[in-house]
């Protein structure tokens, strides 16, 4: 069964420096990955992916993630925090098998950043 | 990227009644999916409806409980029955993205209270 780690349940950073949320995985076969935040009292939206090719992907808002199949990870980062960066931040992985993969999502990680 | 719309935005019911959610797309979709985010936890999908066929219930998730329809390729209810607290939560639908089966994308979600 897949599945998605996030070690930390909040992350807190002073504004202006960089940020890494973790996400670890399992599944069987290679991954897809991706990332979505979650601001208060709305619906999840899509930040970044990674399907195949470069492991640095570049997404929204200035965000990030790196691949690492060695260690199956997939962090998010960014290099300068903003204040409007604080939300709930979901990993989730899909095998990357043809069709439909059901997707499943970490337990979010809650990023607080500090003026 | 699809536009994915719920109704209501949220709601307070009494316990033993039922509430059904609208989920409306502004493109032709093969799945769509509904979650539920329990307070402070993670996605949990609830089932796949697929149009033209009896939606796909994930374990621990039950027809006569949570009831959805699919009448077409845009719509979709969700209808949350005898509700009692522990149905508290908000409800996601969800779409992939047509054509690749990669991201899924999602409405802004229901917050539904059960006192």
């Known amino acids: 069964a897949q599945s998605v780690a996030q070690p930390e349940d909040q992350v807190n950073v002073a504004e202006g420096n960089p940020l890494t949320v973790k996400c670890t995985y399992s599944?069987?076969?290679?991954?897809?990955l991706f990332w979505y935040v979650q601001y208060p009292n709305r619906g999840l939206q899509f930040l970044l992916k990674?399907?195949?090719?470069?492991?640095l992907v570049k997404g929204s808002y200035g965000f990030e993630a790196e691949f690492n199949k060695s260690q199956t990870s997939f962090h998010l980062k960014k290099p300068s925090a903003l204040v409007s960066d604080s939300a709930l931040y979901f990993c989730?992985?899909?095998?990357?098998?043809?069709?439909?993969?059901?997707?499943?999502f970490g337990t979010g990680t809650k990023l607080q950043v500090i003026p | 990227s699809a536009v994915i719309s719920q109704k209501p935005s949220r709601d307070i019911c009494q316990r033993g009644t039922s509430l059904t959610i609208q989920c409306q797309v502004d493109?032709?979709?093969?799945?769509m999916f509904w979650y539920r985010q329990q307070p402070g936890q993670s996605l949990t999908l609830i089932a796949t409806a697929n149009q033209g066929s009896e939606a796909t219930y994930e374990s621990g998730f039950v027809i006569d409980k949570f009831p959805i329809s699919r009448p077409n390729l845009t719509f979709s209810t969700l209808t949350v029955s005898n509700m009692s607290p522990e149905d508290s939560s908000i409800y996601l639908c969800s779409v992939n993205d047509r054509g690749r089966y990669n991201e899924q994308f999602f409405g802004p979600g229901t917050r539904l209270t059960v006192l």
């Open positions: 493109s032709q979709v093969t799945m």
């Open positions: 989730a992985v899909r095998g990357a098998a043809g069709g439909y993969q059901k997707v499943t």
């Open positions: 990674y399907i195949t090719g470069d492991n």
């Open positions: 599944v069987s076969g290679n991954p897809y």
